[in-house]
């Protein structure tokens, strides 16, 4: 498609219940990106892929959440056991190609979460 | 690390009238992208305008301006005309040129217009 496609728009969880956001980057971008959006606009990178390879993972909290884009399947946003701080808008972001400026992130419209 | 900064919280500005929002960010690297996102209560992350640090040519998009000053480390936006339509949260944000595509975001300015 020519947008990337997140969803669900919204989700709600109960603490310590499980979560998993979705997310279907531009067809023909390489790389995939998550940011985390909390309630103040700061925004923290969590975890990049190239193609279905990790490609940086330093943002992530590595205990309850994980990652995957798997071929020809939406990638993937799952946190585990969730808390009350994981309460944020969760962006995705896709490009064509890492390094080059010209092909910038294009970003999805979010997926909201919260944690009651 | 690197950093960025957006000093100004809040701004305002009448609608038909020129703002300028300041940016400035910290690195050690020499090549590196720059660019600005607004972000609408629709919470949508739009790109306005992007720099490239090699490129000593402030970049313009219609009514969107930089003032990139590399030594300074410093990337403001001005918009021109303002609108109704700029109202929204503005990011700053910063990628580095090497392996490392992530971008690093300021804290953002939200942008009120006044008719």
């Known amino acids: 498609g020519e947008e990337v496609a997140q969803t669900p728009k919204h989700l709600v969880r109960g603490e310590g219940q499980k979560a998993k956001l979705y997310c279907a980057p531009i067809k023909g971008h390489s790389y995939v990106f998550w940011y985390q959006q909390v309630l103040k606009n700061e925004f923290k990178f969590l975890i990049s892929?190239?193609?279905?390879?990790?490609?940086?993972e330093t943002g992530m909290p590595k205990e309850r959440f994980s990652a995957k884009c798997l071929p020809n399947s939406p990638c993937s946003l799952e946190i585990q056991a969730t808390k009350l701080e994981d309460s944020a808008v969760y962006f995705c972001?896709?490009?064509?190609?890492?390094?080059?400026?010209?092909?910038?992130?294009?970003f999805g419209d979010g997926t909201r979460l919260s944690i009651l | 690390a690197q950093t960025v900064t957006q000093s100004q919280p809040e701004m305002s500005v009448q609608e038909a009238e020129t703002v300028t929002l300041s940016c400035t960010y910290d690195t050690s690297e020499s090549d590196y992208y720059l660019f600005w996102y607004k972000q609408p209560p629709s919470r949508q992350m739009i790109l306005v305008i992007r720099q490239e640090a090699y490129k000593q040519q402030n970049a313009t998009e219609n009514r969107f301006s930089v003032n990139f000053q590399k030594a300074a480390k410093s990337f403001s936006l001005k918009i021109s005309d303002s609108q109704l339509g700029d109202a929204a949260m503005y990011f700053c944000?910063?990628?580095?040129?090497?392996?490392?595509?992530?971008?690093?975001f300021g804290k953002g300015t939200l942008l009120t217009v006044n008719p």
């Open positions: 972001a896709s490009s064509q190609a890492g390094r080059d400026s010209n092909q910038p992130q294009h």
């Open positions: 944000a910063y990628r580095s040129g090497g392996s490392n595509y992530k971008l690093t």
């Open positions: 892929f190239q193609n279905e390879n990790v490609f940086d």
